[in-house]
């Protein structure tokens, strides 16, 4: 699982008018997403309490985190995400997300490229035993 936010050195660009802070710079992803197309962006939340069902697809999936705060577990790591942070999680990687208070709901963008056919679908997935828990008391 790969986590990243915001919170760097923004690069000056378009004649000094624009401070981008990029989380994945400029082409450092290109040769893993080649011969991928936009497959979505959206935003979604999960009610306290709610899990999203594990489960895997061939895309590269991002998760943007808005509001609240959650625990995502992608194959056996979990983690605890804070608003600005980004979750990538790699194609065909179990995964689910859920709200790291169970009375708060949270809110993430989420986009994703994909690899799949057209009559592609989510496939259902068991995580396996996190072999990194999550702490909400720690921190991250």
Same mark, same amino acid.
């Given at each position: ?10 690069? +000056?660009?378009? #004649?000094?008018?624009? &401070?981008?802070?990029?989380?994945? =710079?400029?082409?450092?992803?290109? !040769? ?22 594990p ?15 959650a ?9 605890? +995400?804070?608003? #600005?942070?980004?979750? &990538?999680?790699?194609?065909?990687? =179990?995964?689910?997300?859920?709200? !790291? ?9 989420s ?30």
């Amino acid at each position: 699982m790969d986590i990243r936010n915001a919170k760097v050195e923004p690069t +000056v660009e378009h #004649g000094g008018t624009c &401070h981008t802070y990029f989380m994945f =710079p400029k082409e450092s992803v290109r !040769a893993e997403t080649m011969g991928s197309y936009l497959e979505y962006v959206a935003e979604f939340e999960l009610a306290g309490g709610a899990h999203l069902e594990p489960h895997t697809h061939d895309s590269d999936e991002f998760y943007y985190l808005l509001q609240g705060r959650a625990i995502v577990q992608v194959d056996d790591e979990q983690r605890l +995400v804070d608003p #600005g942070d980004l979750i &990538h999680i790699p194609p065909n990687a =179990p995964h689910s997300i859920w709200s !790291a208070d169970e009375a708060a709901r949270f809110r993430a963008l989420s986009f994703a490229v994909s690899y799949m056919g057209e009559e592609a679908t989510d496939i259902p997935a068991e995580l396996p035993e996190p072999r990194i828990r999550a702490s909400i008391e720690e921190g991250k």
